[in-house]
């Protein structure tokens, strides 16, 4: 095939130079609850993309995720719901939950990242927090627990909880206060195309920040998060989009200049 015309040869090169963009479009979204840690022993680790949900990767930052349950036996290398004396038994878990072990327990850090299957984002995350704020185990002052979401590396959403000293029974998990429920909070963020979610603790001892949480045995149970598949279409670049443009422009500009001759 030919092109004679000068508007047709443009046209080609236009097209030659042009390129797209994948630009990604949540689908229809879906709610999903993890509740059960029954199918897990005491102290098997919970992180890996799958292990608990499909859809669901869990990582403990600085230790390692592991299944707990109510009443289960506590040492400094697998820690299960048991208060940090080993004398009193902590309530709240019915199926079980998981926490972070691995270390000693004045190194723990209880920080966690949640992330998400490739090629699927979410809306809302939240997750129940046990047992947090009745043992000081640092003698801290202001101490802060913080849920961040993140969409790529933008701060989308944040919840947080913020205390003074130790709390006494209301850090306990069976504690049902109405305010000040330190012991049982559920912290929950939402937000546009959520890739992941980061829990952070720290508090204050003295002039001195500390990015842990001044308790070191608590729980978590009941993690829930709203999911959607991601689909690309592609758009063409900016750049490219404005030189079809401008090809357009000159082959019309050509077209009109053969006609007046």
Known sequence: MQFSSLSSKLALAGLAVAGTVAMQHPTQ????????????????????????????NID??????????????????????????????NGGLNLGGFSEVGTKKNNRN?????????????????LLMLDYGDYN?????????????YSGEQQVSQDSLSGQGGVGGKG???????????????????????????????????N????????????????????????ATDVPEPASALALLAVGAVGTT????KKAA
């Open 110 to 126: 209880n920080s966690f990242r949640f992330t998400f299957k490739d090629g699927f984002v979410a809306s809302e995350f939240s």
């Open 137 to 149: 185990a640092f003698n801290a002052g202001e101490h802060n627990v913080y849920l961040t979401a």
């Open 29 to 56: 979204a879906a709610s999903y609850t993890v509740d059960d840690f029954s199918q897990f022993e005491s102290g098997q680790s919970i992180e890996g993309l799958g292990t608990v949900h499909e859809l669901l």
């Open 208 to 231: 001195n920040t500390y990015d842990k949480s001044f308790d070191p045995f608590l729980g978590f149970d009941s993690l829930s998060f709203t999911a959607s598949s991601v689909e």
């Open 60 to 89: 403990a930052v600085n230790g390692d995720a592991v299944a707990i349950f109510e009443g289960g036996e506590k040492t400094d290398s697998t820690w299960s719901y048991q208060s940090n004396t080993g004398t009193r038994i």
């Open 254 to 257: 050509a077209l009109k200049r």
């Open 172 to 206: 306990d998990a069976t504690y049902l206060g109405e305010s000040n429920n330190f012991g049982r909070t559920n912290l929950a963020v939402a937000g546009e195309n959520i890739t992941a979610v980061e829990l952070t603790f720290d508090f204050m001892k003295g």
